[in-house]
């Protein structure tokens, strides 16, 4: 059973956006599954470590191999059906999720039954 992988994240928020940025160095696209389970952001993605040689043994490991997740708490206050993800050439995650924009102030106006 692989081990479990701490990979770093960073999250940035503002009034119009939340996004998460995961540097995915050695890890294939069709390996990585994003999921929404109610308000929680999951993700999954696994880096395969490459085929060695049997007779090499390991002097120093910091890469971290094998299968890892993280999940992230969304706010109620945004658009879950338009959560947007980019892999880029650089092989990071960009995972930008559109808040709902609340006005301060908006003008109602009032029927009358006629």
């Known amino acids: 059973m692989a081990e479990k992988l701490d990979i770093p994240m960073d999250v940035y928020d503002s009034d119009q956006e939340l996004v998460v940025i995961i540097p995915l160095g050695g890890?294939?696209?069709d390996?990585?599954?994003i999921y929404l389970e109610k308000t929680t952001l999951n993700?999954?993605?696994n880096r395969k470590q490459p085929d060695l040689k049997e007779t090499l043994q390991p002097v120093q490991q910091d890469c971290y191999w094998g299968?890892?997740?993280k999940s992230i708490q969304l706010p109620q206050n945004v658009y879950f059906d338009k959560i947007y993800t980019q892999l880029t050439k650089e092989n990071i995650l960009i995972i930008t999720v559109p808040k709902v924009i609340i006005?301060?102030?908006?003008k109602i106006e009032v029927?009358?039954?006629t």
């Open 27 to 29: 890890v294939l696209k």
């Open 31 to 33: 390996s990585i599954e």
């Open 43 to 45: 993700i999954k993605a």
């Open 67 to 69: 299968e890892f997740s």
């Open 103 to 106: 006005p301060e102030k908006v």
């Open 111 to 113: 029927d009358s039954f």
